[in-house]
């Protein structure tokens, strides 16, 4: 945990906080290290721990009616996964946590939430507000699912884009395949090729080493607002 005190209190639910609070709030934490498409947690297992996203990221998936996996979301360093359940008297995980890419995750115990995390007001406040502002951003998709699919996939590009740029180009913050954003997106992998495509050879896009980069951010911007 040492090694990692500093890291967390780069991100927003610890910020302010003392080394010692700090502890206290991921007592007896360990960090998980995963490659791609390992399983950190299981749909319907029993939940000991919950935890945040060091590095990385993870997709939220729950089994769909045709058997295979649907994914609910994308978490992304900073993000808390699984506390709401900690309460439970015998917590389930509602999703399967599978890692996109070379991925960490500090897994802390469950009986830390509710003596740690839920007595300290002004981080169930934040908890609170970073989870309210992820079922926020669940709600616009859900709202842009009447949009065009140009407009939905530039939006989840910019969503999973790196807000640091290097000579002007940016790249998604996790290794994400045309099939993975499909599945989010709840479409075809071959509609999510046609509509790509064009941005490859416009420049907008270009995929290198399994990581996309976006080389026009502004072009994405205007399709999400219906400019183009």
């Not at 640091?164 to 996790?174: A, F, I, Q, R, Y």
């Not at 270009?206 to 219906?226: A, S």
């Amino acid at each position: 945990m040492e090694a990692h005190l500093e890291e967390l209190k780069r991100f927003e639910q610890f910020q302010g906080f003392g080394d010692n609070v700090v502890r206290y709030l991921c007592e007896g934490g360990r960090v998980t290290f995963n490659q791609h498409r390992d399983v950190l947690f299981h749909f319907e297992e029993q939940a000991h721990y919950f935890g945040i996203v060091l590095s990385g990221a993870y997709k939220l998936c729950r089994p769909s009616l045709g058997g295979s996996d649907s994914i609910v979301q994308v978490v992304l360093p900073g993000d808390i996964v699984g506390a709401l359940i900690m309460c439970n008297p015998k917590p389930i995980y509602p999703v399967s946590v599978v890692s996109m890419g070379p991925s960490r995750f500090l897994k802390i115990p469950k009986d830390v939430y509710p003596t740690a995390w839920q007595m300290n007001a002004a981080v169930a406040s934040r908890v609170q507000e970073l989870l309210g502002r992820r079922m926020q951003q669940m709600h616009m998709h859900k709202v842009l699912m009447r949009s065009h699919l140009s407009v939905r996939l530039a939006q989840l590009l910019l969503d999973l884009m790196d807000q640091v740029s290097t000579e002007g180009v940016h790249k998604l913050k996790v290794p994400v395949t045309r099939q993975e954003m499909a599945d989010v997106l709840g479409v075809t992998v071959e509609s999510v090729i046609r509509t790509m495509s064009p941005w490859s050879k416009e420049g907008v896009i270009q995929t290198t080493e399994q990581y996309m980069q976006i080389l026009r951010v502004d072009v994405l911007v205007k399709i999400t607002l219906g400019a183009t």
